[in-house]
């Protein structure tokens, strides 16, 4: 009865970490689109929600890897994946409070891996699994998106460089409709798949499924309804940053950057790395401003973007370890889970009534 | 050993794969871009053997976008 109120408990909060991926991370999909006036706000943000949603379907190599590769399903409870849980979106908030795009697929990991140190040591981790197919991934991805997104800007302006701007400009605003959808169902086929693989991997720890197993089919449609909802309801502070505050782009730079963030995400995707969206995208558009003119980049908003990247993983660590040492002390049962729960619940309405009282949140186009 | 072989030529696969669509995409649509300008221009400058050279150019390039578009799409759901 204990393990069930766990597992219930762990599934209500993976949903709800989906729901604040959505809500942080895919403000990155669409600040683009949203910057250079391919797309109004609203449509931009319905659009990545229903993208975001099919996109959940495409596949589930990236919740198998999440779900067997990274930490020992054997030593694994339910209470860690909880606790791993807390930790994420402990550091999504904080991260969302001061307007900063970190990445919620590396506080996700970061979180379970501190969690599953704090309850079973380094043994639970599975070292190989979280060089190869997360640590190195991480670092390549964003430098990849860079390097696609600055060969795609110099490639389009050398092809239509003497063309007249009005069509060059309508041409790739309208290509951003193609980019950014595309960018939109790449993150929903990466990023809800993480919530899938923690959900399956409880699940696994719970004994209601056997080792290796693949998602159920109620897990990927309630992981999938929740990352849409979560991008549908916005999260205006991190595209004004992105958009606007690390470049101002034109058409054409959104596309490459989108297209460069896609490619890069949609192959991650393929053979199961489990990417963050955030760094890939924000790689892409600082590497269309580089391409362009390097000055062009505000370098010292990118500086602390990166900042934060850097500490995801290992501040999600320690938060999601801290949360497993506050659930033990209540036993072993549910009533640590709850406790926290309740406790985690408190500092996301702390959190909200402190941004109410700064004021509503400023829009990309008003930046 | 072997799982980080199978990591690297993973990894080798998706830098090849991201670099090859996103460049190639990106230049097939300049070219469409560039094809519709042209056609335009020359459309009203009376040059019609030119402009439909130019029309013809983009449909090529925007028929190359599509083709990637679909063919990374089967490529994602057929794993």
């Not at chain 1, 809500?23 to 669409?30: E, K, L």
């Not at chain 1, 807390?86 to 409070?97: E, Q």
């Not at chain 1, 997360?134 to 390097?147: G, K, Q, S, T």
């Not at chain 2, 670099?19 to 519709?36: D, L």
Request: hydrophobic share 55%; proline share 3%; aromatic share 6%.
């Amino acid at each position: 009865m204990s393990a069930d109120v766990i597992l219930v408990i762990v599934v209500v909060t993976a949903l709800a970490f989906d729901f604040t991926n959505g809500f942080h991370d895919t403000a990155n999909v669409v600040a683009t689109s949203i910057s250079t006036g391919a797309a109004r706000p609203q449509v931009a943000i319905g659009m990545a929600s229903l993208l975001n949603f099919v996109g959940a379907f495409i596949s589930i190599s990236v919740a198998a890897t999440v779900a067997n590769d990274v930490v020992n399903a054997d030593v694994i409870t339910p209470t860690i994946v909880f606790a791993g849980l807390i930790g994420a979106i402990a550091w999504n908030l904080i991260t969302w409070s001061f307007g900063l795009p970190s990445s919620s697929s590396h506080a996700l990991i970061g979180g379970v891996v501190g969690s599953a140190v704090a309850a079973a040591g380094f043994d639970a981790v599975l070292a190989d699994g979280l060089v190869g197919k997360v640590l190195i991934p991480a670092v390549i991805a964003p430098v990849l998106a860079f390097l696609a997104a600055g060969m795609g800007i110099g490639i389009v302006y050398r092809v239509v460089g003497r063309q007249r701007p009005g069509i060059v400009s309508r041409g790739f605003k309208f290509g951003q409709i193609i980019s950014g959808g595309l960018l939109a169902l790449a993150h929903g086929t990466n990023d809800a798949q993480k919530t899938m693989g923690v959900i399956t991997l409880a699940l696994i720890a719970n004994g209601s499924l056997g080792a290796n197993a693949d998602p159920p089919l109620w897990v990927i449609v309630s992981a999938a309804a929740a990352i849409a909802l979560g991008t549908y309801s916005g999260g205006w502070r991190i595209i004004r940053t992105t958009g606007t505050r690390i470049i101002k782009m034109d058409a054409a730079q959104g596309f490459s950057s989108q297209g460069a963030g896609a490619a890069v995400i949609l192959a991650s995707t393929h053979f199961g790395f489990p990417l963050s969206t955030t760094h890939v995208i924000n790689g892409g558009v600082m590497g269309a401003g580089a391409g362009k003119r390097l000055s062009a980049v505000r370098w010292g908003v990118a500086g602390n973007i990166v900042t934060a990247w850097l500490l995801t993983l290992p501040a999600a660590a320690a938060i999601g370890a801290l949360a497993y040492g506050l659930t033990r002390i209540f036993g072993t049962g549910a009533l640590g889970p709850v406790l926290v729960s309740l406790m985690s619940v408190s500092l996301i309405v702390a959190v909200f009534a402190r941004r109410a009282q700064r004021g509503a949140p400023v829009p990309a186009s008003s930046g | 050993m072997i799982a980080t072989l199978v990591e690297s030529r993973a990894l080798l696969e998706t830098v090849v794969a991201s670099v090859v669509a996103s460049v190639g995409v990106t230049f097939a649509f300049s070219v469409a871009i560039w094809g519709v300008g042209r056609f335009a221009d020359l459309s009203r400058n009376d040059k019609p053997l030119a402009a439909a050279a130019a029309a013809a150019v983009a449909s090529v390039a925007l028929a190359c976008v599509a083709a990637a578009l679909v063919a990374g799409i089967i490529v994602m759901t057929s794993k």
